[in-house]
């Protein structure tokens, strides 16, 4: 039997996509055949710190429930180990799910996680940090750092942040 995690980042996305993920302790019954655990994050690095002990306790695929951040914390604890990561996009932009052509519908992530199709992707670092989507210096970590210590999401607040900065 698989041992299937879900790390969820209830902060990720829109508050339409919170109120969805309130419900997450449901998604247990869609993977036949598989033994499931479901963990929120708090604050930021707990999805790495919560992966990480899935690992440790042979996990063997541990899925990213939020937007990229959460993505990159749960990969960068499953790098060089035997688990898989699975994303299942509830992000403002959820752009690593879009490139890997990831469903943005929940259900239809979850029938994707139960093919068990496992792919390599690449990962970069910098300053000895792994990344897996996008990584920003200069002007774009500023809109990014703000954005991040946001109360609000969505693609409106982040291009309101971006012309913020922009006229700064």
Same mark, same amino acid.
């Given at each position: ?31 036949? +055949?598989?033994?499931t %655990? !479901? ?11 919560q ?20 993505? #990159? ?11 898989? !990561? ?6 403002? +932009? #959820?752009? =690593? ?14 029938? !994707? ?28 970590? =500023?809109v990014?750092?703000?954005? #991040?210590a %946001? ?12 012309? %913020?900065?922009?006229?700064?």
């Amino acid at each position: 039997m698989r041992s299937v995690a879900f790390i969820v980042n209830p902060r990720s996305g829109t508050r339409r996509r919170q109120a969805a993920w309130a419900r997450t302790g449901e998604v247990g019954g869609l993977l036949p +055949g598989c033994e499931t %655990s !479901l963990y929120a994050t708090r604050c930021a690095g707990d999805a790495y710190r919560q992966a990480k002990r899935c690992v440790d306790a042979g996990c063997d695929v541990v899925v990213a429930v939020g937007g990229d951040g959460t993505v #990159n914390e749960v990969a960068r604890a499953l790098m060089h180990t035997p688990a898989a !990561l699975a994303i299942i996009p509830a992000g403002s +932009g #959820n752009g =690593l799910a879009r490139h890997l052509k990831i469903p943005m519908n929940a259900r239809k992530a979850l029938d !994707l996680i139960n093919r068990f199709r496992v792919q390599p992707v690449d990962a970069a670092r910098i300053n000895d940090r792994f990344f897996f989507c996008t990584a920003g210096v200069g002007f774009d970590a =500023l809109v990014g750092a703000r954005f #991040n210590a %946001s109360e609000t999401r969505g693609l409106a607040n982040y291009v309101r942040f971006a012309a %913020s900065a922009f006229r700064r």
